[in-house]
């Protein structure tokens, strides 16, 4: 039955998806962007900002480990991790679970996303607030990469919403000035991280602009997707480094760091899922 | 732009009309019913029941008019109305207005509507509640019409919800027995009017076995209809009385009546409305 | 369910009707517009110009009546009608059902809708086809008015789309040009009717502009509105005349004029219709 | 914009999935199953049955190579394939790229299914209407199955609809008896492949049940997902076998057999490829 109270997702023009909401939690607008914060059937409690599906209670686990667990994986020793955008918290509390993480800091313009999920989304958040490891700056990611000291991250996570409409508060990170500056504050063989929107056989378009993007400006890059399913599609990431090794860890490697960090027995992610997100099939990669 | 969220009323399998919604203001069930009130772009306040809208904001007053103005034009001298269902209170809003009105009960077995009502959309009562004339009861009308004398109205309006579903609160009332226990009620000459669902070249069915129950009951029947724009159809009303003067009042009565009472710069309503509402379509008379 | 195939209404953004289809049965496009014929289970065959709908098989009827009928009951004697727009053949037709009617102009801009409806949706021109009193034209309306012999009309029928988008083909149409051209080619006490959009308790801006053109070369302006279900909300139309008497019938004389035109059986239509169609609540008037 | 012709898959009553159509070149109905094809802007043809989406022209290969070319890349020397259901032709297609397979006989019930794919959609079939090694017949799979000798095949693939709702035509093939009895029609060390719905973080039901009807028949089943753009979500697949060998073939094994296949430059599969359909998140396995 159609009947009842929906979300229509605003991805695409000529695919709607549409979920089915029990309420609408909260409502409202900052400076940037507008936020909702859906209880839907399917998936939970759903953090949409201008439109498009941010986060879910059911599967954003699955989101925050893809974009945060590989770069970690594939490093010992202290690891200082910057998000750009991530004002939700739960790259954040992923990049946190690592007890070789030293320092997370989250940069997201937008303090109403960090308002309204530590109040409503909790579980975006976890132990994340608690951590002393952990700075939340509300301030445009441009101009905080601009006044940092060169080299002093070794993981940038550039965890932007996507930039559909002139409108969006991440419209002008894509762009080679943003890719620049965050190379300049990574340490020597640090690693970038982006979500990079769809990548499927349906739609690889958006996702292959901010590979060049990356592409450009390091010497190493791969994409990955992982499905996820309050977005109904397989989300892409683009892992770039100068350091090719940065980017791809054995699979006894990987096993091995999950045991020493703890995490061996997640029910989301082992070696096998992490060699498979980066299996695309040939026409893709 | 289908982005955003919605609300799809749940009327027509084969024909949906979907409101583009800014918050749901209340979501909830009493043992009854499922209620919620939607803030709509098209029509402001909604309140629906069980996923059929019962009354907006922008357009409540049309239908309040229809469902109470005519019986009680047609009539002076002190009046006894009883309103079955109607617990969110404009059809008792609108029977105050009228000087003649001595007393106004609203027999509605679901408390939760009259709560919901008056708190969220509190214009659909607007000064009904100070108002000493009205009384408000929550039990099963039914029951209630079974206990009360003979004549003791003069005015019964069957505001009751549609009987889709075998859970509607309403259900039982679409029955002989129901509309013989309202003319036991009813004084002589005493009028009664049924909402009476949709009546429109699409679809005249439900109204016409409502018609017939309460023509079997009564010497004379009439059918109206008005379109209610947050429906998405005409409404149609059916007014009954063994006095067939009580049901056709002539242009300069109601003129002269409006004045009387008040009501002459109404803006929805005046003596060529009254008429037009009667006007059906020869095939749907 | 919504489970099956859907036809959405692209008229109002906040407000979307799904009708439930059976089958496309045409899906083109002239160098004026976008054409569509579905099968809809609510309506029978729809055509669909543009992605809005134009004339149902289910209650074409009405709202052909509407805009015919009036001015062709407040005259008698030979009468000459052009229809401009009104390339789907109903208004024609209905123009054709009055005996004194003398001849019927049609002058719609694209072929592809008369080929079409003729096609597909025969009933919108029942008899007409063969009627010797008929003519198509496929030419721009302003053109063709600019042509005309002065005064070489009794009645204009402007059955033309809406507005709606820069690309309408007929947007060049609502003007006080070509509103003074139908002026002049209109005998003394000619009438003018116009299609005009929603007219209703949600929306009459529209409506308000087209009665503004015409009230402004004209002595005389009406405004009626009847309920059309596949369009799902009451159609407004204009009549206006320098000469009051056409357009303001008797009820007499209305029923008089369908007697003698052999229309006294209409299930759709009677005096009573007639009257209701302009009883606006006095706050649309 | 939502205005314009949608299908909507009827798969999930909380999460709707709206197609844009641009026409329905076939509705109809066998005595089985309602059958549609659809033309989508994002998938272009699109078979449905029974409101579900079967096989889209973008993506349908995605499909038909993961349910296919598992099983025949873990054997050498002649290999017989039996389909049942798969009436649409492309596992049929997949399976005769193979030089190896002697023979494939596809038993699907519904001759509709067959009659317009061939038209249609022949890109589904590609040359396997011309392959002498190919046997169509229209007859129930359980009676087919009954009267074939034991091992007469060395795969079989289950490409049978889902059993959404009773009348669903292969409702009754979801049972202990028909594991059984293509069992007994395999040879020794043969593979059983079933086609099993929706695999994912979010619903992994129904794949759980048809997972353990095989795993009770086979000593060994392994479970698989690919994402199908067309329907949303990850498809599931179960392959199982007495041979555990023929369930998990080594890198250089596979890439070595597509070698010889001539399927080393196809553009959707490689041994990448095969090795992530079976890397499911530990929770899913």
């Known amino acids: 039955m159609l009947d009842g109270t929906w979300y229509c997702d605003g991805w695409d023009p000529n695919l709607k998806i ?7 939690l909260f409502e409202g607008a900052s400076e940037y962007q507008r936020v909702q914060v859906l209880d839907t059937h399917e998936f939970g409690r759903l953090l949409v900002i201008d439109g498009l599906p941010q986060a879910a209670e059911r599967d954003e686990g699955v989101y925050a480990r893809a974009i945060t667990w590989p770069p970690l994986l594939s490093r010992r020793g202290p690891t200082r991790v910057l998000v750009t955008g991530g004002g939700d918290g739960h790259v954040a509390r992923e990049a946190l679970r690592f007890p070789d993480v030293a320092r997370v800091v989250v940069c997201d313009i937008d303090p109403l996303i960090t308002r309204v999920t530590r109040e409503l989304m909790p579980f975006l958040w976890g132990e994340a607030p608690g951590d002393r490891r952990l700075e939340v700056r509300h301030e445009d990611a441009l101009a905080y990469l601009q006044g940092l000291p060169a080299a002093s991250f070794d993981v940038v996570i550039s965890d932007i919403t996507d930039p559909s409409g002139e409108g969006s508060a991440s419209h002008h990170l894509y762009s080679d000035d943003y890719v620049r500056r965050i190379k300049r504050v990574l340490a020597p063989g640090g690693v970038c991280v982006a979500q990079a929107q769809e990548l499927s056989v349906k739609d690889a378009s958006y996702h292959g602009r901010l ?6 400006a390091f010497a190493h ?13 397989p989300e892409g990431f683009v892992y770039a480094s100068d350091d090719a090794a940065a980017l791809s860890a054995p699979r006894a490697v990987v096993t091995a760091r999950l045991h020493a960090a703890g995490l061996a027995d997640d029910p989301w992610f082992d070696a096998d899922v992490y060699a498979a997100m980066f299996a695309l099939p040939p026409r893709l990669r």
Request: aromatic share 12%; no cysteine; glycine share 16%.
């Open 18 to 24: 549409l979920h089915r909401i029990r309420a609408t």
């Open 221 to 233: 890059a791969r994409s990955a997707a992982v499905f996820i399913p309050s977005f109904g599609y």
């Open 211 to 216: 590979r060049g993007l990356l592409g450009g």
